[in-house]
């Protein structure tokens, strides 16, 4: 069992930053892809960006690419969500996950979620 808890998130002004941070349990960590989606009021859950096991890897939704940075610290079992520029389109409830279905990031279906933490972009 993997848990995650999500912090970071909160009211920022458009052309802000927030880092959103996803702490994980256990000693795993390492062995799982992460990803982060977000989900807007009315909308589906939609892929943000994802980082591989080790953090060699990264990819991101097209409308973030050059403002979000995602990392990990696999000693701290930690990822991170690094966003800039923010726009109000930005708004949403982001959560982290672990473990892709399939290897396939892109998708919501995760083995493990955090809660959410809500990000609030106002113009």
């Known amino acids: 069992q993997v848990q995650l808890v999500e912090s970071g998130g909160g009211l920022v002004q458009a052309g802000g930053s927030l880092r959103l941070s996803c702490v994980a349990s256990?000693?795993?960590?390492?062995?799982?892809?992460m990803g982060w989606f977000r989900q807007a009021p009315g909308k589906g859950r939609e892929f943000v960006g994802a980082?591989?096991?080790?953090?060699?890897?990264?990819d991101y939704v097209d409308s973030v690419k050059g403002r979000f940075t995602i990392s990990r610290d696999n000693a701290k079992n930690t990822m991170y969500l690094q966003m800039n520029s923010l726009k109000p389109d930005d708004t949403a409830v982001y959560y982290c996950a672990a473990g892709p279905y399939g290897s396939n990031w892109y998708t919501p279906v995760y083995s493990y979620w955090g809660q959410g933490t809500q990000v609030t972009v106002s113009s």
């Open positions: 256990g000693r795993t960590f390492s062995s799982y892809d």
């Open positions: 980082i591989s096991r080790n953090g060699g890897s990264t």
